[in-house]
């Protein structure tokens, strides 16, 4: 009788904490504070972080910075209303330089870590770009534009504005030479340091300070960044020595302790091959380079290499989680240092590389701050809880990580979400998702927009199709000379096991996606007729025309193969809007009109066709001032809303209308 008493008691407040919460909406998503770019000192003692909060009458997000132990603590604000960028700490962490605006140009500014005001440092004839202390802590290296001399700045504002297209330093838009510069933080004096007409990428300053590695072009057209190579300059010679001579574009530069050997990141060492980056070593005195990550699997994001040079802590993705690894540099061995489920990335490292700045999240929980000992990452110290409401008051949705079988045997794996309470009844309506890239991932981390369509009733599927990163380079180059085939299949054969398990009710389906995910969203519908509802964001749909304005090398290397001139029927086989006449699916366009990924008149073709043609309902947005991602948060709000109100009318015959954000922020008032 106790434990019968003691079950209903347990089952009771379970339930009723249930039933205090809701489902999420496109409002809580706007609403939520996001962390911003975050660092530790070098000494490991102390975090300072950005968070983002809404600010809905000004249609924007505003960052403040924030100072806490790393051991966790008080948090105060650490930077005042006059705002910062590009933080970093000097090596000794008596400063931390900072960017401000300046009459319109981004400008160095300096500020001591045990308090007072920041000082201008730089007045730089032009924006300051990318930079890095030195490891005396007292000179500091940026890129910068080359500015318009005075006469050439007063006839460009006179109307003699018009651009050579592709001819140097332009490409397909207005661009400017760069060179490197040295500044002496005591003596307020700065020194270029690179000669001639070049274009910098990244760089990287040897532990000496005599010399520099850096990669740069000569040219800027759009698809030619293989004829970006490495340079070693040094110091007080003006003379550049070229490292590299391939067709490989080469990024990730940092120097190891012996002032001789380098890293860097490529997917080869000849020629640009469709692989997950890679990490090389190189002798810069003999040229001699090796590949040394060659025993990781995954996909690898930034490193951080030990003062001994003997190790690199690196967080990696394998599959949908990603994890903390280290590369033993002499033998080339990886080995994973935390495992968990879920996205753990290193934010930052301390000097001494024993202290790590993370982040954590996964599907239910939203990213927050930690920091941990490297010898105990399981042992990590909490910074940050930025949004407590999602974890106590919104229900999300169950999720689960599913493989099944494609069409030819390939092993595939996704990501399903199933609303909380649902019966496996087959009654379910069921949303597709389709990731960009085509080399991207769905990985278990937090993306909100799953739970908000979960609250809405629908099962969904995040497929890994072929094509997709961190699943090793031979399950990357699956999709080849193959796109909109092999990998619709892995789409459709994901949708079929869902049907088979009675998931789902297949008369109630819906794809959506955005990039990638857009431009095979498009394909799908013109390959089948089993989707009511269509949402297709940011996509190419003819890539005859999109292969002047928009990115090629991918199209032209990898994924369809040739030129437009060479191979006029696989471009137009592979295009969507070529085969609009087979779309049987209502399709919602959606487009930023700045997009230069994807340019906005691939959606316009798409949607032309299909209007006039006349079989099908079809809309097209566009939205102002926005690029290949949606930034302000009332166009976020809009191509949200949108989006769902289409998916309801035309999977479910709703006619659905959205939450009401003006009484959402009167109850917020209220409370």
């Known amino acids: 009788m106790k434990r019968t008493a003691l079950f209903l008691i347990i089952s009771l407040f379970v339930t009723t904490a249930f039933a205090q919460k809701r489902a999420m909406t496109t409002d809580d998503i706007i609403n939520m504070d996001r962390l911003g770019s975050s660092m530790i000192s070098p000494d490991g003692n102390s975090v300072i972080f950005g968070k983002s909060t809404l600010d809905w009458d000004e249609n924007k997000r505003d960052t403040k910075y924030y100072y806490i132990p790393a051991d966790s603590g008080a948090v105060y604000q650490y930077i005042g209303e006059a705002g910062a960028s590009d933080m970093k700490y000097s090596p000794d962490g008596k400063y931390i330089s ?130 970006s190579e490495i340079y070693l300059l040094e110091v007080g010679d003006s003379t550049a020595v070229q490292l590299t001579d ?60 030990t003062p001994d040079g003997g190790q690199v802590y690196f967080s990696g993705t394998v599959k949908t989680d990603t994890n903390i690894y280290s590369l033993n540099l002499e033998n080339g061995s990886v080995r994973r240092l935390t495992n968990r489920q879920g996205t753990v990335n290193i934010v930052d490292m301390n000097k001494n590389r024993d202290r790590v700045l993370l982040t954590y999240d996964d599907v239910q929980t939203p990213q927050d701050l930690y920091t941990a000992s490297v010898r105990n990452l399981s042992d990590k110290t909490r910074l940050t809880d930025l949004n407590p409401f999602v974890r106590d008051s919104l229900i999300l949705a169950y999720h689960e990580v599913v493989q099944w079988e494609s069409y030819d045997g390939l092993e595939i794996e996704g990501l399903k979400y199933v609303p909380q309470e649902l019966a496996q009844d087959g009654s379910a309506p069921f949303l597709l998702h389709i990731h960009g890239g085509p080399a991207g991932v769905f990985r278990n981390s937090f993306s909100p927009q799953y739970h908000v369509w979960a609250g809405l009733g629908y099962v969904q599927l995040a497929p890994n199709v072929r094509g997709s990163t961190a699943y090793g380079d031979e399950f990357l180059r699956g999709n080849m ?191």
């Open 98 to 227: 900072l960017k401000r605006s300046v009459d319109g140009k981004q400008q160095l500014f300096l500020l001591p870590t045990t308090g007072g005001e920041a000082t201008q440092l730089t007045e730089h004839k032009n924006s300051v770009g990318s930079y890095e202390w030195g490891s005396d802590s007292n000179t500091i290296y940026f890129v910068s534009n080359v500015p318009k001399t005075s006469e050439e700045e007063k006839e460009y504002k006179a109307g003699y504005d018009h651009l050579f297209v592709d001819e140097p330093p332009h490409g397909q838009t207005e661009g400017s030479w760069s060179h490197l510069w040295k500044f002496d933080v005591n003596g307020k004096e700065e020194t270029r340091i690179t000669a001639g007409d070049l274009i910098i990428g990244s760089f990287s300053v040897s532990p000496d300070q005599n010399r520099v590695v850096y990669t740069a072009r000569f040219e800027n057209r759009r698809n030619q960044q293989y004829k």
């Open 246 to 305: 391939n067709e490989v574009p080469e990024g990730g530069l940092n120097w190891l302790p012996d002032n001789q050997h380098i890293l860097y990141t490529a997917a080869h060492d000849e020629e640009w091959e469709l692989r997950q980056s890679k990490l090389w070593r190189m002798n810069v005195d003999t040229k001699e380079h090796e590949m040394i990550s060659g025993n990781f699997p995954g996909n690898m994001r930034s490193y951080y290499i």
């Open 481 to 671: 000379y193959d796109i909109g085939d092999g990998d619709y299949e892995d789409l459709m054969s994901g949708v079929d096991m869902l049907v088979e398990e009675n998931w789902i009710d297949e008369d109630k389906m819906a794809v959506r996606g955005w990039s990638y995910g857009g431009i095979l969203g498009g394909t799908t519908i013109t390959k089948t007729d089993r989707f009511k509802a269509a949402s297709l964001g940011a996509g190419v749909f003819d890539w005859t025309s999109e292969y002047a304005m928009g990115f090629n090398h991918d199209v032209r290397l990898w994924y369809i193969g040739g030129e437009p001139w060479t191979n006029p029927e696989g471009y137009r086989e592979r295009s969507a809007a070529m085969h609009a006449d087979k779309v049987t699916t209502p399709a919602l366009f959606l487009h930023g009109n700045r997009d230069r990924v994807d340019t906005p008149q691939q959606s316009l073709i798409f949607f032309t066709f299909l209007k006039d043609i006349g079989k099908v309902d079809t809309r097209y947005i566009e939205f102002q001032r926005e690029g290949h991602g949606i930034r302000e948060p009332r166009n976020q709000r809009t191509r949200d809303i949108e989006e769902i109100r289409w998916v309801q009318k035309y999977t479910l015959g709703l006619d659905w209308e959205p939450w009401d954000r003006d009484k959402k922020e009167d109850e917020a008032s209220d409370e």
